[in-house]
C-alpha cells in the first residue's frame, strides 16, 4: 500500500510562509502527476498547485505569485512553498499523487495523504 504523509502546516500570520512536504512511501514504481489541494469548512475542494512528471506546473488563480510547487522525485516527495499568506489561505491541504504501483502489470492508482491544517491569522 502507498501511503502519502503530509507535514509542515501550522499557524502563521498574515504575510507569513509556510512550506508544506509530502512524502510517498511504499512499493511505486513510478509516480506520475502530484498536487496540492485545500478544503475550507463549508467550500468544495480545490486544486492549489499541481506537476506532472515531466515538470510542468500549475497554479489556482488565487495563489498564483504566492505558491510554489517543487517535486524530488529520487525522494518521493512533493513540496508546496506557501508566501505571503493571507487568512483567505485557511484550509486543511491534502497531498495528491498519481502513483504506478504493483503488480504486474503496474497500476496507475490515485492517492491522498491525510491533511495538513494550515491557518493563517489577521
Known amino acids: 500500500q502507498v501511503q502519502l504523509v503530509e507535514s509542515g502546516g501550522g499557524l502563521v500570520q498574515a504575510g507569513g510562509s509556510l512550506r508544506l512536504s509530502c512524502a510517498a512511501s511504499g512499493r511505486i514504481f513510478s509516480i506520475g502527476s502530484m498536487g496540492w489541494y485545500r478544503q475550507a469548512p463549508g467550500k468544495q475542494r480545490e486544486l492549489v498547485a499541481g506537476?506532472?512528471?515531466?515538470?510542468?506546473?500549475n497554479y489556482a488563480d488565487s495563489v498564483k505569485g504566492r505558491f510554489t510547487i517543487s517535486r524530488d522525485d529520487a525522494k518521493n516527495t512533493v513540496y508546496l512553498q506557501m508566501n505571503t499568506l493571507t487568512p483567505e489561505d485557511t484550509a486543511l491541504y491534502y497531498c495528491?499523487?498519481?502513483?504506478?504501483?504493483?503488480?504486474?502489470?503496474?497500476?496507475?492508482?490515485?492517492?491522498w495523504g491525510q491533511g495538513t491544517q494550515v491557518t493563517v491569522s489577521s
Open positions: 506537476a506532472t512528471r515531466g515538470g510542468s506546473t
Open positions: 495528491n499523487a498519481q502513483v504506478l504501483v504493483p503488480p504486474a502489470p503496474p497500476t496507475w492508482r490515485e492517492y
